[in-house]
């Protein structure tokens, strides 16, 4: 495993006008309101469909649109869970080297089941959660 993407081309450099650096501080972030550019900007950044990557904040993506064209920014809820998102795809990106490897291990199943990482998206404690098996696999555990 690659432990550093190259530079300028990770997500790190791309958000890192965002404090994601603890759940405080995205929690903080996300109530004061979170533009809808930085949703359109990670769906690219990670070449996720807008749909999916709606889907898995349980919000539709004709809300954010209609946010986005109203200048409004995100609702706290819809905001912290992005931003915890995009944390954790830093640390994919970080881990894997690259977010296409992080996005093949999240379609992998795992734990000896059908299950995947990216089943686990859809709330703020799965993120949380793969975000502790990653910190294992960096610090050389299996996961």
Known sequence: MKTVAQPGSNLKSKFNHIDMD?????VLSARKGLHTKVFYDFAEAIKMPERRLAAIMNVSARTISNYKE?????????GEHLLKLIALFEKGEEVFGTIDEFNYWLQKPIWNSAEKPAD????GGGVDFLSEELDKMAEGYPA
């Open 22 to 26: 603890s759940n405080f501080a995205i």
């Open 70 to 78: 109203a200048q409004k920014t995100l609702e706290p809820l819809y």
């Open 120 to 123: 686990w998206l859809t709330t």
